[in-house]
């Protein structure tokens, strides 16, 4: 059950104090902390179960956070912190599933981006934009949800980077009778069903269902098994085996045809490496250009 309003602010207002309390014995010059206010949104890395509409945050409980933070925060002495309080997280009706992604609607945030307008220091931080196309990254700016939430879009990109040079791998050194082939996604199911904790409360199903979630699900609770000593033996050796000579255009084209593009292009280099960043950075372009850049 949530913490009521009152006490999660006090909570706040006591990690701000501590915060503040580091500050003042640090130089003079030291860079001042802003902080983000608020909590009302689901439990991080996506909805554990299946949902067919998201809640927006309302306009009066939004003010009432505000108002609660604000008095916490003045009781103890920090009236100079609050005016470094840039945003107030809330959700905007945004949000990801194990399948289902929930498209941002400007017409359902209209009241709730109006309320903000009277505080010329706060904006929004949108809770969980994973996902989001860019024109609705562009609209959540737009309507003052200026701080956008992500994370599992990244590690998904991650991991479609990976399992495409997977597939590369297989193809092009799986017939070599000198090669080692990584078997880096069979390493993962291995780590995923020996320590189910990550993922046994977001995927649902029969055998298959829960098999393919594991892989592809838009929760990405893979993410969490990248570091598992075998996994990251199994990736280091993908790797390795696709470093000692450029791959093959054909297969850059038929697995990766985005990074392929740019390899012919000359503005990316033919590397395993190098199409990981890209490809998680083609998800970050998203972001930089909702905001302007």
Request: proline letters at 5%.
């Given at each position: 059950r949530p913490l009521n309003k009152t006490l999660?602010?006090?909570r706040a207002a006591e990690l701000c104090l501590t915060a503040e309390e580091t500050l003042a014995q640090l130089p003079s010059n030291a860079p001042r902390?802003?902080?983000?206010?608020?909590t009302e949104v689901p439990v991080p890395g996506g909805e554990q179960e299946a949902t067919t509409e998201m809640t927006v945050s309302s306009a009066a409980d939004t003010e009432e956070t505000i108002n609660i933070t604000r008095n916490e925060f003045l009781k103890r002495g920090l009236e100079d912190a609050w005016d470094r309080v840039i945003a107030v997280v809330v959700q905007?009706?945004?949000e990801f599933g194990d399948e289902a992604l929930f498209e941002y609607n400007p017409a359902q945030t209209a009241k709730l981006s109006r309320f903000i307008r009277q505080y010329n220091h706060l904006v929004y931080e949108a809770h969980s934009t994973d996902y989001q196309t860019q024109t609705a990254l562009r609209n959540l700016v737009k309507d003052h949800?200026?701080?956008l939430k992500v994370g599992p879009a990244l590690t998904f990109a991650f991991r479609e980077a990976i399992f495409?040079?997977?597939?590369?791998e297989e193809e092009w050194l799986g017939k070599r009778t000198d090669a080692q082939l990584s078997d880096v996604r069979q390493r993962l199911e291995e780590a995923?069903?020996?320590h189910p904790v990550y993922w046994q409360k977001y995927y649902f199903g029969n055998q298959a269902e829960r098999h393919f979630a594991r892989r592809y699900s838009f929760s990405d609770r893979i993410r969490y098994y990248w570091t598992v000593p075998a996994v990251n033996a199994a990736l280091t050796q993908l790797l390795d085996n696709l470093s000692g000579k450029p791959i093959p255009a054909s297969l850059l084209s038929q697995y990766l045809p985005?990074?392929?593009k740019r390899i012919r292009a000359g503005t990316l280099k033919n590397s395993p490496q190098a199409c990981i960043y890209n490809k998680v950075a083609a998800v970050l372009s998203d972001y930089s250009a909702a905001c302007g850049y």
């Amino acid at each position: 059950r949530p913490l009521n309003k009152t006490l999660s602010a006090a909570r706040a207002a006591e990690l701000c104090l501590t915060a503040e309390e580091t500050l003042a014995q640090l130089p003079s010059n030291a860079p001042r902390p802003r902080y983000v206010i608020g909590t009302e949104v689901p439990v991080p890395g996506g909805e554990q179960e299946a949902t067919t509409e998201m809640t927006v945050s309302s306009a009066a409980d939004t003010e009432e956070t505000i108002n609660i933070t604000r008095n916490e925060f003045l009781k103890r002495g920090l009236e100079d912190a609050w005016d470094r309080v840039i945003a107030v997280v809330v959700q905007p009706g945004v949000e990801f599933g194990d399948e289902a992604l929930f498209e941002y609607n400007p017409a359902q945030t209209a009241k709730l981006s109006r309320f903000i307008r009277q505080y010329n220091h706060l904006v929004y931080e949108a809770h969980s934009t994973d996902y989001q196309t860019q024109t609705a990254l562009r609209n959540l700016v737009k309507d003052h949800f200026a701080i956008l939430k992500v994370g599992p879009a990244l590690t998904f990109a991650f991991r479609e980077a990976i399992f495409a040079l997977a597939m590369i791998e297989e193809e092009w050194l799986g017939k070599r009778t000198d090669a080692q082939l990584s078997d880096v996604r069979q390493r993962l199911e291995e780590a995923m069903l020996a320590h189910p904790v990550y993922w046994q409360k977001y995927y649902f199903g029969n055998q298959a269902e829960r098999h393919f979630a594991r892989r592809y699900s838009f929760s990405d609770r893979i993410r969490y098994y990248w570091t598992v000593p075998a996994v990251n033996a199994a990736l280091t050796q993908l790797l390795d085996n696709l470093s000692g000579k450029p791959i093959p255009a054909s297969l850059l084209s038929q697995y990766l045809p985005v990074q392929y593009k740019r390899i012919r292009a000359g503005t990316l280099k033919n590397s395993p490496q190098a199409c990981i960043y890209n490809k998680v950075a083609a998800v970050l372009s998203d972001y930089s250009a909702a905001c302007g850049y």
